[in-house]
């Protein structure tokens, strides 16, 4: 090896030799690198020489002097007059033609969706007070003595436009007409009592075949419900029907209702004395003009006024009955 190295070495010092050296070499040993140098022989027969991986190829780029043509710049066709004014509404058909009959079933359940909901809420209001059971039961006699206004509406006619429940004001049923006269408007009003007072029945009746208490609690609290709202100030039930029997009456009941507020005071009388107040000095004073102010509004038959007046006292004095026998003496120690 030393030998050959030495060789090496004095090729190293005499290119001329190396060139003539390799003129020898035989045809068949063509595929041998020809080695202009001895620093590069050296080099591939060192075996400390360690390999490195040949270089990743440069990238192609413009030839040198030219530069790449802009690109231009992207812009957005502009629309027809036709195109822009019929395009949203043939979207807008197409989603109606697709959705409209999801979009009607959905409008049509609406109100019973509205209604549950409150009525769910409700209940779990008056439970946080008197506990669940008590609240299903008393959101059910307000369920009824709203159902007695809602068929009598249907009843006259009238369309009416959903049931809401409010906790702790009780319910309502909205609609845009009571009838088109005070007659009407009577119905209408005392339809609720009359149909809430037979509900109140149902506790009673279990009561009376159980013993448990609870129910003819029930049934004084419905009762109770349902003589409160023959007060006979409007927005009340009460004043609904003093519009066919006296209107001048309203004017008692709202006397009333300052007074209990006096005695004793709560958010609930505070705010039927605020409406009913407004409600009363607007009616009054349309009673001669406007659209429910008009003479043939409250134009009612004596016949007429008089069964008005013997449905409203003959509640009073059921529901007051009623009250009188479900009574429960309640002392700080069943508290």
């Known amino acids: 090896m030393a030998a050959t190295f030495a060789s090496i070495k004095n090729l190293e010092n005499d290119p001329g030799e190396v060139k003539a050296r390799h003129a020898g070499v035989p045809a068949s040993c063509g595929q041998i690198k020809r080695l202009d140098t001895a620093a590069t022989l050296i080099d591939e027969l060192d075996p400390q020489t360690q390999w490195t991986p040949p270089a990743p190829p440069a990238p192609l780029t413009e030839p040198a002097g030219t530069a790449a043509p802009p690109r231009p710049p992207y812009e957005q066709p502009r629309r027809g007059l036709r195109e822009r004014f019929f395009g949203p509404l043939i979207v807008v058909g197409a989603l109606l033609l697709k959705f409209g009959k999801v979009a009607l079933l959905f409008a049509t359940k609406a109100k019973f969706l509205a209604t549950s909901a409150s009525m769910l809420v409700s209940v779990a209001a008056y439970a946080l007070i008197w506990g669940w059971k008590f609240g299903?039961?008393?959101?059910?006699?307000?369920?009824?003595?709203?159902?007695?206004?809602?068929?009598?509406?249907?009843?006259?006619?009238?369309?009416?436009?959903?049931?809401?429940?409010?906790?702790?004001?009780?319910?309502?049923?909205?609609?845009?007409?009571?009838?088109?006269?005070?007659?009407?408007?009577?119905?209408?009003?005392?339809?609720?009592?009359?149909?809430?007072?037979?509900?109140?029945?149902?506790?009673?009746?279990?009561?009376?075949?159980?013993?448990?208490?609870?129910?003819?609690?029930?049934?004084?609290?419905?009762?109770?419900?349902?003589?409160?709202?023959?007060?006979?100030?409007?927005?009340?039930?009460?004043?609904?029907?003093?519009?066919?029997?006296?209107?001048?009456?309203?004017?008692?009941?709202?006397?009333?209702?300052?007074?209990?507020?006096?005695?004793?005071?709560?958010?609930?009388?505070?705010?039927i004395l605020v409406f009913g107040g407004l409600e009363t000095y607007r009616r009054w004073k349309q009673r001669k003009s406007g659209e429910e102010g008009n003479a043939a509004y409250y134009r009612v038959?004596?016949?007429?006024?008089?069964?008005?007046?013997?449905?409203?006292?003959?509640?009073?004095?059921?529901?007051?009955?009623?009250?009188?026998?479900?009574?429960?003496?309640?002392?700080?120690?069943?508290?």
């Open 301 to 335: 038959k004596p016949i007429h006024r008089l069964a008005v007046a013997a449905v409203y006292v003959g509640l009073l004095i059921v529901l007051g009955v009623g009250m009188d026998l479900t009574h429960l003496e309640r002392t700080l120690s069943d508290a």
């Open 136 to 271: 299903v039961g008393f959101v059910a006699l307000l369920f009824i003595h709203e159902m007695g206004h809602y068929i009598q509406l249907r009843r006259e006619g009238v369309k009416p436009s959903g049931m809401l429940f409010i906790p702790f004001l009780g319910a309502v049923v909205g609609a845009r007409s009571l009838g088109g006269s005070a007659l009407a408007e009577a119905r209408v009003g005392l339809a609720g009592p009359i149909l809430g007072t037979i509900g109140c029945l149902v506790p009673a009746g279990i009561y009376l075949a159980t013993g448990e208490e609870f129910w003819k609690a029930l049934a004084f609290t419905g009762f109770f419900l349902n003589l409160f709202n023959l007060l006979p100030v409007v927005p009340l039930d009460g004043g609904r029907a003093m519009a066919a029997m006296a209107p001048w009456m309203w004017f008692v009941g709202f006397a009333a209702i300052v007074a209990l507020v006096f005695i004793a005071p709560n958010p609930i009388l505070i705010l």
